[in-house]
């Protein structure tokens, strides 16, 4: 079974048949290093600024540059799908930099004019073309099989939409959030 904390495993309560139930909560999956600033500014396009400056001090190295961008930000209808984003963020993070870092999960409760724009992350299709999502993907089969859920074959290629957010939990909204709209989740 996955290593989730059991105050998020929240995937008895959400699957189904058709996939993970969805509402106007949401979760996002971060580093303990991020709070304080997500606590004053949100959630941001602009993602991790620490990560980015080091990504351009690394292209500036060779000679290279790169241009701002701004991301969409992630979001599941998951606890468990969210610590799991969370563990990988940790892990990116302690490739760069010193210090005790764990894995966050953030609810997020939008309000009704932002939930139109909560999109299926079809992005991933990449990842299930390459190698089958990896880890991702067996979390999630795990979690089906746990659940006693059967979990379709996904063809990337092929798979409407509505399968990344249901089937897989991968949703996505490109506008900033704010932060009375987050909570950190703990025991």
Same mark, same amino acid.
């Given at each position: 079974?996955?290593? $989730? ?8 309560? @959400? %699957? ?13 999956? $971060?580093? *303990? ?7 004053? =500014? ?7 600024? #620490? ?5 351009? *001090?690394? %292209? ?6 790169? +241009?701002? !961008? ?20 940790? &892990?990116?993070?302690? /490739? ?5 870092? =764990?894995?966050? /999960? @953030?609810?997020? $409760? %939008? ?6 724009? /909560? ?8 990842? @299930? ?16 099989? #746990? ?9 990337? @290629? &092929?798979?409407?939409? !509505? /399968?990344?957010?249901? +089937? ?20």
């Amino acid at each position: 079974m996955s290593n $989730t904390p059991a105050f998020l495993q929240d995937a008895k309560d @959400l %699957l189904t048949k058709d996939g993970f139930a969805t509402g106007d909560v949401w979760y996002h999956g $971060t580093s *303990s290093a991020l709070l304080e600033s997500i606590q004053k =500014q949100g959630l941001s396009r602009a993602g991790d600024k #620490a990560m980015k400056h080091v990504r351009k *001090s690394t %292209l500036a190295t060779i000679g290279d540059s790169m +241009a701002e !961008s701004h991301e969409p930000i992630c979001l599941t209808q998951s606890k468990e799908l969210a610590y799991f984003w969370a563990t990988q963020t940790v &892990r990116d993070r302690s /490739v760069r930099f010193e210090g005790e870092e =764990q894995p966050l /999960v @953030l609810e997020v $409760t %939008l309000p009704t004019e932002y939930q139109d724009l /909560v999109k299926p992350d079809t992005g991933f299709a990449g990842m @299930l073309l390459v190698d089958g999502g990896g880890k991702y993907m067996e979390l999630v089969q795990e979690l089906y099989k #746990a659940n006693g859920v059967e979990l379709a074959e996904i063809d990337p @290629l &092929r798979a409407d939409r !509505s /399968v990344y957010l249901n +089937a897989l939990g991968l949703a996505y909204i490109d506008k900033n959030i704010p932060p009375e709209y987050i909570t950190a989740l703990a025991e």
